[in-house]
């Protein structure tokens, strides 16, 4: 065998393990939900086997899995909203630190040591009727009953927040620390307020790293059941909430293949529109 | 009136002095450049200067005013970095036409104060790209273009040519000058090649570990070096313990090992006021080699043996050992170099050495 066909084959050798794990462990069990979502829950609870859209026209007509999905689009807005909001001037902080830039990095990596499930149901503790800061409260006298700070959709935002921020952080910080320091200097040699060098120079360059912290909390976000599940109310489900309910309570598959790949090409088609906007950025930089 | 004085600044990180206490005036109008090893301190003063470092004692006034409390962007500075530090998202045109924007420059005038830049670093074309899209030499230039287009009280220069190649470096230096000549802008420049400072500049400061070593013209610090290290780091040479046995009104006469007695104009010795120790600064230049039985004419002539012969083209540098003792000579060559284990007369005329305290 020549060099060259050696060469070429070489990344593929490389990149067998771990096509076989994503073939054998992602792509072929998609493709089972796809089946599935076409057969039919009998009466009986039997499934069907066939092509039937019954199911489909159930997930995309029925206003109730509509509303539900246009309320985790919200949420998971908001969260990100929130997440960029609070992200953003530690990434900067981090970034322009000297030093201790890596202890930092670690605290920020810190919570991920603890179960996401922990983390999640460690506010219970916090803002419960019997929770820190219902009691510390009660003893200082600011109030004289507890209050019902959990399972509404703040609590699900807060849970969510929680969970994403290090996502956004990290993000932002990486983009942030490869900006050259000596172009917010340049910026003040010229003129520039230090807020006037950070809005024409720092940010427009840091927001690659906060669109794909963006896009990362906001479809995480947006696919999470856990959190709406231990900090939710009645009703706040979110719609991976729907398959879980669909699946493991009503044991209805069919339907849950059909819901859950809804979400996919709704999380699917903003993950393209992300990448169509980026590639569109590239050109329009000059205009900014 | 000087355009910018350094008045016993000195600046500290913790317990590491960086800059030591230290003054110094620059003249409207002056190309002074900041010459030393890196860790000098050329740096931190040129960051002092420009507002990106705050000395821990002293004044520093531009134009007659204290500036200790102006902020960076209030100094009216042209800064240009190693790196161009353009902005990358942003086109030339929109990097020249940055620093206007936060002045009283009427909208309608500033494409013209741009163009006017750009055609004085002689790029008048390349408004509308990308400062990726340019080669090094060129967003140097932009970069340049960008600083002075402001009309800055002075312009600082922050080794503005090291990432260059070499050819365009000595390219950018004759463009550099011409420019600031042009416009007539006091310029700070730092630098630590010798040859970038004594092209360019009319008054050298040599910094060496937070100390400086020596102020003067070029020719000056060349001919006349302060001490030791200004004669090692300004070109080579060859220093030799010797005793200083006479002086007198227009020369001062060495005792030195291998030369013997050498009479050193007085002008060439300015720092050796006494007879007793002393250090003869032969420059590497100034030892020729030639035929065991040439003529030397005025020279002192020693015979000497060729060890190491590094060939550069136009000259060559030997390494050669007269007696005990290891010299070095920078000669042009004429036909073929001296081979290594020649025997050689090594000749030097007393008028081209100079003199420091020992």
Known sequence: MSVEAREARQPWILLSPALTAVTFLLFVPLLFIVVYSFWLRTATGADQIGFFLDNWQEALTDRFYRDILLNTLKIAAITTLVCALMGYPAAYFIARSKGNKAILLLLLMLPFWISYIIRTMSWINILGVSGALNTFLLWVGVISEPIQMLYNEQSVILGLVHFLLPFMVLNVFVSLDGIDTNLEDAANSLGATRWQAFKQVTLPLSLPGLAAGGLLCFVLGAGTYITPLVLGGATDAMFANLVFEAIITQLNWPLGSALSLMLLAVLGALVLIYNRYLGMAQLMKGLG | MSAVTLNNIAKRFGTFTAVHKSSLEIAEGAFVTLLGPSGCGKTTNLRMIAGLLDPTEGEILIGGKRVNDVPIHKRNLGLVFQNYALFPHKTVAENVAFGLKYRDVPAGEIPKRVQDALDLVQLPNVGERYPKELSGGQQQRIALARAIVIEPDVLL??????????????????????????????????????????????????MSEGRVEQVGEPEEVYNTPASEFVANFLGASNIIAADCIERSSDSVALEAPIFGKLAIPVWKAPNLKSEGKAKLVVRAEKLLLAAPDAPAGDAVSVPAKVETVDYQGQAVRYFVRAGDTQLQAINMIDEHPYAAGSDVSLQLRPQDCAALPG
Request: charged content about 30%.
């Open chain 2, 157 to 206: 220069l922050d080794e503005p040519l090291s990432a260059l190649d070499a050819n365009l470096r000595e390219d950018m230096r004759v463009e550099l000058k011409r420019i600031q000549e042009r416009i007539g802008v006091t310029t700070v420049f730092v630098t630590h090649d010798q040859s970038e400072a004594l092209a360019m500049s009319d008054q050298i400061v040599v």
